[in-house]
């Protein structure tokens, strides 16, 4: 029956003699998705990075019933998401920890701060209690250094303290 659900989505898509620009990882997350729904069984279970990923799938391929799925499990996840105020910020980092703003994410770095590669005092000095995505990005310019920031993620700064 998988073999046959993903058949009869492989000859839709040669029907249609679409061309879309989603990578293959993403398009065979899709392709599970489908089956799993045609076959009645819950939906395989991804990160909120690869759902995000399906929502712009799902809108490109319009595959509505997708779209909606990942954006309920998004609107799950926006709902858990600790909210900062700057002054909490400032505050913890009085107290000793080191609370970092990175783009509006609140990062926990006090942990990890002596294995940084530049070194424990660079981020402290130029970055604490202030917003500090210019310099992560000027240091930092691979992809895994972005993907690595989840490792310290507990939060988002509230929307009406975020500096422009």
């Known amino acids: 029956a998988a073999a046959a659900a993903a058949a009869a989505a492989a000859t839709l898509l040669h029907r249609a003699e679409a061309s879309v620009s989603i990578d293959c990882a993403t398009f065979d997350r899709v392709l599970l998705w489908l089956e799993a729904d045609a076959l009645g069984r819950a939906p395989p279970d991804h990160d909120?990075?690869?759902?995000?990923?399906?929502v712009a799938a799902a809108d490109v391929l319009?595959?509505?019933?997708?779209?909606?799925?990942c954006q309920l499990?998004?609107?799950a996840h926006e709902s858990?998401?600790?909210r900062y105020s700057w002054r909490e910020v400032v505050e913890h980092n009085?107290?000793?920890g080191?609370?970092?703003i990175v783009d509006g994410m609140v990062?926990?770095?006090?942990?990890?701060?002596?294995e940084h590669p530049g070194g424990?005092?660079?981020?402290?000095?130029?970055?604490?209690?202030?917003?500090a995505a210019r310099h992560f990005e000027l240091y930092h310019s691979s992809r895994e250094s972005f993907l690595y920031l989840k490792h310290f993620y507990i939060g988002e700064l509230r929307a009406k303290d975020r500096r422009e």
């Open 80 to 82: 858990r998401i600790r």
């Open 107 to 114: 990062l926990d770095v006090k942990r990890w701060l002596p």
């Open 48 to 54: 909120i990075r690869i759902t995000e990923e399906l």
């Open 73 to 75: 499990k998004l609107g």
């Open 98 to 100: 080191i609370w970092l």
């Open 62 to 69: 319009g595959l509505r019933t997708l779209g909606d799925a």
């Open 94 to 96: 009085a107290g000793g």
């Open 120 to 131: 424990d005092r660079i981020i402290p000095k130029q970055s604490l209690n202030a917003e």
